[in-house]
């Protein structure tokens, strides 16, 4: 079993800064891929950034050259640096990891967290 677990989330006003913070824990072989997903309230569930094990990236256009998206493989950590932070960022922001074990690769979530932007 791997658990995700978010930190960071918070209130910020328009225009500000969060880094969002996801370490993955449990019995694995290594971390595919790790990202970010979000849901404002009334909507789907949304792709915002991803890195595979071997750094490629993946952004969605509403936050290419404001969101970077980082991996410390030594900690199963990821990370994402959110700037220039708009009233539609508002949403809850849930960490995401495709875990490789000896026979399957596996998708896990984490339990999501808060980020409200808004003056």
């Known amino acids: 079993q791997v658990q995700l677990v978010e930190s960071g989330g918070d209130l910020v006003q328009p225009g500000g800064s969060l880094r969002l913070s996801c370490v993955a824990s449990?019995?694995?072989?290594?971390?595919?891929?790790m990202g970010w997903y979000r849901q404002a309230p009334g909507k789907q569930r949304e792709l915002v950034a991803s890195r595979s094990s071997s750094d490629s990236t993946n952004y969605a256009d509403s936050v290419k050259g404001r969101f970077t998206i980082s991996r410390d493989n030594a900690k199963n950590t990821v990370y994402l640096q959110m700037n220039s932070l708009k009233p539609e960022d508002t949403a809850v922001y849930y960490c995401n990891a495709i875990v490789q074990t000896i026979s399957y690769a596996y998708e896990y979530w984490g339990q999501g967290t808060q980020v409200t932007v808004s003056s």
């Open positions: 449990g019995t694995f072989l290594s971390i595919n891929k």
